[in-house]
């Protein structure tokens, strides 16, 4: 592929680097260039942190293409967007032909005790290795350049500093007040003491006075402590993602302090407060980088210059013109064009290919391992996403569950293996055969990531998988959880991503998955088919041949493989049944192991898949509770009596149908609770309206359904990163 630039970047930084590299792929798109990302893992970064959604949002915005680094792409610039990209040899193959290697340096080699903050040399060499080229360094500020000179790289460094650059469009200069008795001051940060002056500094450039409120964005309770006691007139808030903008409105100028042992090297936080307009105060060392844009000053004198805008209004409205108009002269989106043209020139890179030609690619490969499960809600979620993916992303299938050929007739490559309770051996026993069947997979399809959608990630799974380390990994594990393992919890370490789909009732959840794991990222729920894609009634009766005008109820209480359901089913049957006129569609799982034969003419058993597809066949349901069969009642709006599996080995169930019950959406009722059991069956049988009052109220729910695609996404994504090797 032919391309002016590639951008190497972490997309999971979530500061200043991903907001520089936001503005810097929609300059270069503004300005014509043909570019595409190719995500690379820092090691810096704990392995499990999850993509920025601010980046996710611009590739999806800018229809930005993901490429990786494997896929035999030329471009005239390759752009390395952190130096930790290559501190240490890639994972996996490069095959990237560029005619420029440069780097953006957005810290400085050195803190300023002297500690080097990440190997340089080591990136030297790795790139020289695997680019074949000389890279250039560019620092993004005078802060970052002096750093890599007095460390003796001045020979890499390119001739000016490659500014991080803001959409001033973004950022709509404010209307200052003109006349004010107590002036408000603020400032933001991500929550770091080494952002703040220490105590002493931070009393002196933000003081306990009546004639300045400082409001302080982006304050945790370590911060909180640190400084205690608080000065009264001090306002904390903790830091939310869209939240600068808003709170930049509030202020009348802006005053940015750090501790002395940080290097700053840019200051995405003070471009914002300059874009918008705000006379902004600063120690002197950024005058370099900023100029005329802020007013600097020593801590000891940051106060004269607080009271001297405070009464001058029209100084401070001035300041404030000069700091936008600095900021649209060297910060612009629009400087892009010329500063890339002055560092790559002329170069080509080495190909005869036309600039409309683009070689095909072979596909990324994804390989997804389901759990046994009692079920096929681990096999769906991950047909749901397979469906998703874009076209030049493959899965196949390797699965314990005899659903599998689901999989099968939906045209993926899918294998089945046996769990051990299958084989009747010992888990031991098992997960040493599970891990050689897993090696000769890995081997076969030579997959650059592996999903795994279960409750436990199986230790012949994971030893398999540590033997290929440059295959990245991701864990889909659903929610509810009945108890708290420390052990199948902490197994997450051993993934590149978590994700975690949604419930529409998270409230109830005890969170026994993810208390401890603030790396999970949660997608919305998901789906086997999109809600919109549903058949009609008239279409889905005719399809599983069903009469056209009876009632017809649903059935589908689980295979009972691991909990008798057959009290509710005998009881649903006799009360479903007692009406003549009534049909009755019982589904049977593929993970059934006793064999079931029809009570009744109108009793009809069918495997059928996705169930959720024909759902308006059907008048009401009787269902267990499980992830895929609950959210598809909710969603498809249809009248159900909620008989929840509560086996101990099984998600919370009865947490979900309770929940329904309340918010009256649908019934609930116990198998070994016969009264509420009968009273149940009874209402939704011979209560229309009551049905009708379900629907309706189900109809209301305002929620999110497309997590299939938000999933495809991020394992798309982590599919053509270069992964790090985990800790």
């Given at each position: 592929m032919q391309l002016d630039i590639l951008f190497l970047a972490d997309l999971r930084f979530p500061g200043?680097?991903?907001?520089?590299?936001?503005?810097?792929?929609?300059?270069?798109?503004?300005?014509?260039?043909?570019?595409?990302?190719?995500?690379?893992?820092?090691?810096?970064?704990?392995?499990?942190?999850?993509?920025?959604?601010?980046?996710?949002?611009?590739?999806?915005?800018?229809?930005?293409?993901?490429?990786?680094?494997?896929?035999?792409?030329?471009?005239?610039?390759?752009?390395?967007?952190?130096?930790?990209?290559?501190?240490?040899?890639?994972?996996?193959?490069?095959?990237?032909?560029?005619?420029?290697?440069?780097?953006?340096?957005?810290?400085?080699?050195?803190?300023?005790?002297?500690?080097?903050?990440?190997?340089?040399?080591?990136?030297?060499?790795?790139?020289?290795?695997?680019?074949?080229?000389?890279?250039?360094?560019?620092?993004?500020?005078?802060?970052?350049?002096?750093?890599?000179?007095?460390?003796?790289?001045?020979?890499?460094?390119?001739?000016?500093?490659?500014?991080?650059?803001?959409?001033?469009?973004?950022?709509?200069?404010?209307?200052?007040?003109?006349?004010?008795?107590?002036?408000?001051?603020?400032?933001?940060?991500?929550?770091?003491?080494?952002?703040?002056?220490?105590?002493?500094?931070?009393?002196?450039?933000?003081?306990?006075?009546?004639?300045?409120?400082?409001?302080?964005?982006?304050?945790?309770?370590?911060?909180?402590?640190a400084f205690a006691p608080w000065a009264s007139n001090w306002q904390a808030r903790p830091f939310a993602r869209g939240a600068v903008q808003s709170f930049l409105r509030q202020l009348d100028a802006y005053s940015y302090f750090h501790h002395d042992h940080w290097s700053e090297a840019f200051g995405y936080n003070i471009l914002e407060a300059l874009a918008s307009g705000l006379p902004t105060v600063l120690p002197p060392h950024f005058k370099p980088l900023f100029g005329d844009a802020a007013i600097y000053a020593e801590p000891a004198d940051a106060v004269k210059v607080y009271q001297h805008l405070r009464q001058d209004p029209a100084a401070r409205i001035k300041q404030g013109d000069k700091a936008r108009k600095c900021v649209e002269a060297r910060f612009g989106l629009d400087q892009y064009a010329r500063r890339y043209a002055e560092l790559v020139g002329d170069v080509k890179t080495e190909t005869a290919a036309p600039r409309h030609v683009f070689r095909a690619l072979n596909p990324t490969r994804v390989m997804t391992i389901t759990s046994n499960g009692v079920g096929v809600g681990h096999l769906s979620r991950q047909l749901a996403i397979a469906k998703s993916q874009p076209p030049d992303v493959e899965t196949n299938f390797f699965s314990l569950s005899k659903a599998v050929t689901f999989a099968q007739e939906a045209g993926f490559c899918a294998e089945y293996r046996p769990y051990h309770r299958q084989l009747g051996v010992d888990p031991k026993s098992w997960n040493r055969w599970f891990y050689q069947e897993v090696l000769e997979a890995l081997v076969f399809y030579r997959p650059e990531t592996v999903v795994f959608d279960g409750n436990v990630p199986y230790r012949g799974l994971l030893d398999a998988l540590d033997l290929h380390p440059h295959i990245a990994r991701v864990w889909v594990r659903r929610s509810m959880w009945r108890h708290r393992d420390k052990k199948t919890a902490g197994r997450a370490k051993k993934f590149h991503l978590v994700i975690s789909p949604g419930e529409i009732c998270a409230a109830a959840d005890p969170r026994n998955d993810s208390a401890d794991d603030p790396w999970s990222v949660a997608v919305p729920t998901i789906l086997p088919v999109p809600v919109d894609e549903l058949l009609g009634r008239n279409a889905a009766r005719r399809l599983l041949n069903l009469p056209a005008d009876a009632e017809i109820a649903l059935l589908q209480l689980g295979a009972g493989a691991n909990f008798d359901m057959n009290p509710a089913r005998e009881m649903a049957l006799e009360t479903l049944l007692s009406d003549p006129d009534r049909h009755v569609v019982e589904i049977l799982s593929p993970a059934r192991t006793d064999s079931v034969a029809p009570v009744h003419p109108h009793h009809h058993l069918r495997t059928i898949y996705p169930v959720f597809q024909f759902q308006k066949a059907f008048d009401f349901t009787i269902s267990a509770a499980g992830y895929n069969s609950f959210h598809e009642i909710i969603a498809g709006a249809i009248p159900c009596l909620f008989v929840p599996n509560t086996a101990s080995e099984m998600d919370l169930q009865e947490v979900r149908a309770d929940y329904a019950q309340r918010a009256g959406w649908a019934l609930s009722a116990r198998v070994n609770d016969t009264f509420s059991l009968r009273r149940g069956l009874d209402r939704l049988t011979a209560d229309p309206e009551l049905r009708a009052q379900l629907t309706a109220r189900m109809r209301t729910i305002d929620h999110d359904w497309g997590g299939a695609q938000d999933a495809a996404r991020l394992i798309s994504l982590i599919a053509k990163t270069q992964p790090v090797v985990l800790s």
């Open positions: 200043g680097t991903s907001t520089a590299l936001i503005n810097e792929v929609t300059a270069a798109k503004q300005a014509g260039l043909r570019v595409a990302i190719c995500p690379v893992q820092s090691s810096v970064l704990i392995s499990r942190r999850p993509p920025n959604p601010d980046v996710l949002a611009l590739i999806s915005k800018l229809g930005v293409q993901l490429l990786s680094a494997g896929r035999d792409i030329r471009t005239r610039l390759a752009l390395i967007y952190h130096p930790t990209l290559f501190n240490q040899p890639s994972l996996r193959k490069i095959s990237i032909l560029a005619a420029k290697v440069a780097m953006v340096a957005h810290h400085p080699l050195t803190d300023p005790l002297g500690r080097l903050q990440f190997q340089f040399e080591n990136f030297l060499n790795v790139v020289r290795h695997e680019f074949d080229r000389e890279p250039v360094v560019l620092p993004v500020g005078p802060v970052v350049r002096d750093s890599f000179a007095d460390n003796g790289h001045s020979d890499t460094l390119w001739h000016n500093n490659w500014h991080n650059l803001i959409d001033t469009e973004a950022w709509p200069q404010l209307d200052l007040r003109p006349r004010i008795d107590r002036m408000v001051i603020g400032r933001h940060s991500r929550p770091d003491l080494l952002k703040w002056p220490d105590e002493d500094g931070a009393r002196l450039v933000y003081p306990n006075s009546a004639e300045f409120s400082f409001r302080m964005l982006g304050v945790d309770e370590k911060i909180m402590t």
